[in-house]
């Protein structure tokens, strides 16, 4: 049963990862409109960006539902299993669905983290002292 749930969890992953790095493709056009200061084609990409992103949420849903589905222990080793930290994590796993679920759990983390780096110097570089990411 727990296979069931690791190989939905792997698929769902990997359809997270796919758009994950549409929405980080979109982002260096984003960067690429803003340099130009063409806010067409910025207003275009924004609008794009968060047409994937609201397909991003309903992924998440769909895995945080797996994730539910069953007893408190089949909980808390799911949701281990996607928030693995390292790849050396993963690699220790004698299973290879496990292995293939963390480690696209890894790679759709560390676009998540460029992407938030990326967003950070685009709002600075737009909002200066009013950006979010701004030191109060």
Do not use: P
């Amino acid at each position: 049963m727990i296979e069931e749930y690791v190989s939905k969890l792997t698929k769902l992953m990997k359809k997270k990862y796919e758009k994950m790095v549409e929405i980080e493709n979109i982002t260096k056009d984003i960067e690429e409109a803003l340099k130009r200061n063409d806010k067409v084609s910025t207003d275009m990409f924004m609008k794009m960006r968060l047409e994937v992103m609201t397909e991003v949420d309903g992924i998440d849903g769909e895995i945080y539902e797996i994730i539910q589905g069953g007893d408190e222990n089949q909980y808390h080793y799911l949701r281990n299993l996607i928030r693995v930290e390292t790849q050396q994590q993963a690699m220790d796993t004698e299973f290879e669905d496990e292995k293939m679920l963390m480690l696209v759990s890894l790679r759709v983390r560390n676009v998540l983290k460029n992407i938030i780096e990326k967003d950070k110097i685009m709002n600075q570089r737009l909002l200066g002292k009013d950006s979010f990411y701004a030191k109060k």
